[in-house]
């Protein structure tokens, strides 16, 4: 996060961010996609998620991988659109991946 950090006599004593609000925005939506990732992840494999994608699974094994990967995702778009309505870094810095 580029931010400028003021110091006197050796002790930080202001930090002050010097991002955009775009930058904030596309900063967070980074992290949100790695934890979306993370979470994936600790249910579905990346060699299910290929089989799925490959038509290798299909019925309920496809259903059960294609819905987890879809609440996953549904949390992201949900952090990413209460992005958008944001005015400030402070309150897109707020928004939590939950």
């Known amino acids: 996060m580029p ?3 003021y110091y006197q006599n050796g002790k930080l004593v202001k ?3 010097t991002r955009t609000l775009p930058e904030a925005i ?3 939506k980074s992290v949100w996609a790695d934890e979306t ?3 994936i992840r600790t249910k579905v494999t990346e060699t299910d998620e290929r089989n799925c994608a490959n038509g290798i699974y299909d019925g309920d094994k496809k259903a059960q991988i294609l819905g ?3 609440q996953c995702r549904n ?3 949900a952090c990413k659109a209460t992005a958008s309505a944001c005015t400030t870094n402070e309150q897109v810095d707020a928004i939590r991946y939950e």
């Open 15 to 17: 930090i002050e961010d």
């Open 37 to 39: 990732t993370k979470l």
């Open 26 to 28: 596309e900063e967070r």
């Open 68 to 70: 987890w990967i879809n």
């Open 75 to 77: 949390k992201y778009l």
């Open 3 to 5: 931010r400028q950090e």
